[in-house]
């Protein structure tokens, strides 16, 4: 039993055994919600829509620090939802406030891709072997930090576009690198464009980078009909627990998903383990606190409890180092 996956602009009415999945226009966004509409269509044999939605954040050319974060990209995406001109929305789980909307809910998430940050250079440098002054671009304020934190030399170039208008940069000579994510890159099959990986371990990224968000009405994740069950279908739950952990931790911290703090969760040995960092925006300081919880010990709801404990504990042991005052943190509102 395998369902159809087909693409409409704009509003799109409803139609009696058709889920509609809202995404953005972009060529990324369009990439990924095609890849969770497939897994739908195939687990369930439901067929599927994709329908376009043009955001804030597509139309604006201001750096994402000055437009009040990624959260820009969800905005129309959730009014569409609550308009019921689609049945869900897939999100860059980077990308979502942490604060939940009104009568909404995330339904499930994926499992997760590269979570890791990638250099693309010229001529195959790394981030090592870039040369003194190097020209590198990207519009986040944790890049910025990590990337002045690791190499004080370098100039680094707040950048906005697609990947493509970022890689075009580099080819055309006007920048020597860009950071990108290796998720979204691999979704675009630009992966020959990577000339260095950066550890997580050394480079911890945004809270939930590399996973998706399945967004719908509340109420509409429960019980067996199409939708409870085109979520339940593609559902991770390690990832959905690694991602809540480190979503915490913005939460916890009232931060905007553009302000400087990594973070990065796994699930090993049956413990739960976080790392966060906050960096000072020149990359000169930074705060960070691990913790671990076994899941086993919080009864039925183990992973999602552990994730919410150990984001909590990690929050408290940042504030309490002082990370409040070492960067603008912004809202996650």
Do not use: W
Request: proline letters at 4%.
């Amino acid at each position: 039993m395998t369902g159809t996956v087909s693409t409409a602009a704009g509003a799109s009415a409803r139609r009696d055994g058709v889920l509609r999945i809202g995404t953005r226009g972009s060529a990324l966004a369009v990439a990924q919600t095609t890849h969770v509409a497939k897994a739908i269509a195939r687990a369930t044999g439901v067929d599927v829509e994709l329908v376009t939605v043009t955001t804030h954040g597509d139309t604006s050319r201001e750096s994402l620090s000055n437009l009040g974060g990624t959260g820009v990209f969800a905005t129309a995406l959730r009014e569409a939802l609550l308009a019921d001109e689609c049945d869900l929305l897939v999100h860059s789980l980077k990308d979502l406030p942490t604060a939940a909307a009104p009568g909404l809910v995330i339904g499930a998430v994926p499992k997760r891709a590269d979570a890791r940050d990638a250099l693309c250079a010229r001529d195959g440098l790394t981030l090592e072997t870039l040369p003194e002054g190097a020209r590198v671009g990207t519009g986040s304020p944790r890049r910025i930090a990590q990337l002045k934190a690791q190499r004080p030399d370098l100039e680094v170039v707040d950048i906005r576009g697609n990947v493509d208008t970022r890689l075009g940069r580099v080819a055309e000579g006007d920048l020597d690198a860009v950071v990108l994510a290796a998720a979204g890159l691999g979704r675009l099959d630009r992966l020959d464009a990577v000339t260095d990986y950066f550890p997580l371990s050394q480079f911890p990224t945004a809270p939930g980078q590399g996973a998706l968000a399945i967004e719908v009405r509340a109420g509409e994740e429960k019980g067996r009909g199409p939708i409870a069950r085109a979520l339940q279908a593609v559902d991770h739950a390690t990832t959905h627990a690694t991602a809540t952990a480190e979503r915490t931790v913005l939460a916890g911290l009232e931060a905007g998903c553009a302000a400087p703090i990594g973070a990065s969760a796994l699930v090993e040995d049956g413990l739960l383990f976080l790392t966060a960092t906050v960096y000072r925006p020149d990359g000169t300081e930074r705060i960070t606190a691990s913790h671990a919880a076994t899941p086993d010990s919080f009864g039925a709801a183990d992973l999602d409890e552990a994730a919410r404990d150990v984001g909590a504990r990690v929050v408290t042991e940042l504030l309490e180092a002082g990370a409040a005052g070492l960067a603008p943190l912004g809202s996650s509102r």
